[in-house]
């Protein structure tokens, strides 16, 4: 599965952003798709999680109630709005995709989300 992650850039607190995520290549191997972001001398944090079949997302205590994960089966794309964005946001996103939500083993290549205050 090859990832493409986009939609990154420079937002200001309080704002809103969402990316995307697009899946191409042996898509129908991906049970899981997940969002993780890395803030610069820290160390990779989960964000989010969803199957391809649907059910329940999971998300990262740091984001849980201002983020949310969503798919388009349709257009192999996975997206992550991003609401009420802080400061400690500011990290680069990255996509994954595989056999669980808690096993990935393709990766994007990172979009990077930087909030101002």
């Known amino acids: 599965v090859q990832l493409q992650a986009s939609g990154g850039g420079l937002v200001q607190a309080g704002d809103s952003l969402r990316l995307s995520c697009a899946a191409s290549?042996?898509?129908?191997?991906?049970?899981?798709m997940g969002w993780f972001r890395q803030a610069p001398g820290k160390e990779r944090e989960f964000v989010a999680a969803m199957r391809w079949s649907g059910g329940i997302p999971y998300y990262g205590a740091s984001v849980k109630g201002r983020f949310t994960i969503s798919r388009d089966n349709a257009k192999n794309t996975v997206y992550l709005q991003m609401n009420s964005l802080k400061p400690e946001d500011t990290a680069v996103y990255f996509c994954?995709?595989?056999?669980?939500?808690?096993?990935?083993?393709?990766w994007g290549q990172g979009t990077l989300v930087t909030v101002s205050s």
């Open positions: 290549g042996r898509t129908f191997s991906a049970y899981a």
């Open positions: 994954a995709a595989g056999p669980s939500t808690s096993r990935y083993d393709s």
